[in-house]
């Protein structure tokens, strides 16, 4: 046990903390084996999970976010909006605790989190992400936000079920792989992008290499060939940065017969339009955007941190992208709503919609020709 975590057990011990009690020697005729199970696993979520309290709300499956603001409460998201915890943990309840709480969570994740480095984002062992802000940035106290992963990707199966998307919706996007189609996944955040895009690798034929640069490594489609490249941040000396864009260009470099974006957020932009415009079939990004329509002010603003022009970035989407998937949340949960297609209209880009899912059934818009057309597709998928 390092020093750091046995000054915290002693501190525990003052303050009549009963795990802390045991490790200090309590009497073992008064210890029962279902006591000590249950003391070896609060000193597991104390010294290396996120704790008695979040620890297993991050282990629920249904789960995707737990954010804590300060000391005003918990909040999980399981796909239908946010929802308030209740607990009784002390721990949560003082602004100083809560503060060590995040501290040691950066340091698991290898970062640094104080006054000097007040915002930090970082990645557990485990997948689990994190993002925490101290005060007095964060007004209410120490904010801590951990995204999930799922342990097992979806299949696109499971998400006909959930009602993501219906058998006509799945028929197009699954037409999508097998054509080798350049695909862009549009949509807010948490309204199951990355999910989405993990069932489709998973579609990917096993002869084929697939290589996804991420900022953090969170798709893990269930495939036998897939990599993954992440960036790496600058050092406190401000240097060994390793951008998106670096790997963009790495990875073309490393024979990949899918080439998959995690997020495009950035000047990669650039990189990565020019990569599908040269050859390499059946890339994918994600996007933040509200609607598939906004994905091209979107690209023409990430465009512009790159330096390009809006007509070029017009003329490279246009040529590069086959299709935008807009996925959002719902109140019944997480669905495809429509799906739109890329042109260039004189200097600027236009998103045209292709199709919208409407209950088990599609209303095809005025580009769905032209999609179905690259799909191999009937015109007659209803």
Do not use: Y
């Amino acid at each position: 046990m390092s020093s750091a975590a046995l000054q915290e057990v002693r501190a525990a011990v003052v303050g009549g903390d009963p795990v802390a009690s045991v490790l200090a020697g309590a009497s073992p005729d008064a210890i029962s084996i279902a006591s000590v199970a249950s003391v070896g696993q609060g000193i597991l979520q104390q010294l290396e999970g996120a704790g008695p309290v979040l620890q297993p709300l991050l282990e629920d499956p249904l789960i995707t976010d737990v954010l804590v603001n300060g000391t005003e409460g918990i909040w999980i998201d399981r796909g239908r909006g946010l929802e308030r915890v209740n607990h009784d943990s002390t721990e949560l309840v003082d602004p100083g605790e809560v503060r060590k709480l995040a501290v040691r969570l950066a340091a698991t994740c290898g970062q640094r989190l104080d006054d000097a480095s007040p915002i930090v984002d970082g990645t557990f062992p485990s997948g689990v992400r994190l993002h925490a802000v101290l005060p007095p940035l964060a007004a209410e106290g120490t904010l801590i936000s951990l995204r999930t992963q799922r342990p097992v990707a979806l299949t696109i199966d499971d998400l006909e079920r959930s009602g993501t998307v219906n058998g006509a919706m799945a028929q197009i996007v699954t037409a999508m792989i097998s054509a080798k189609a350049n695909v862009m996944i549009s949509g807010a955040t948490g309204s199951g992008k990355t999910t989405l895009l993990a069932a489709l690798l998973g579609l990917v034929p096993v002869g084929e290499r697939i290589v996804v640069i991420e900022e953090s490594a969170e798709l893990h489609p269930t495939h036998p060939h897939c990599v993954h490249l992440q960036v790496r941040h600058a050092n406190v000396q401000g240097t060994g940065e390793v951008s998106m864009s670096d790997l963009v260009r790495a990875a073309m470099r490393m024979r990949p017969d899918r080439l998959v974006l995690g997020e495009c957020r950035g000047a990669e932009v650039r990189d990565v339009l020019a990569a599908l415009n040269t050859g390499h079939e059946g890339g994918w990004a994600t996007i933040h955007a509200n609607t598939a329509q906004d994905v091209p002010a979107r690209l023409v603003a990430l465009g512009a941190l790159a330096g390009m022009t809006e007509e070029t970035v017009a003329a490279q989407a246009a040529a590069a992208l086959d299709a935008v998937i807009h996925i959002k949340r719902t109140p019944e949960g997480r669905r495809i709503d429509h799906i739109s297609v890329l042109s260039r209209v004189g200097r600027n880009l236009v998103s045209t919609t292709a199709v919208r899912m409407l209950g088990e059934g599609l209303d095809h818009g005025p580009a769905f020709e032209r999609l179905v057309g690259r799909l191999g597709l009937g015109s007659e998928t209803s």
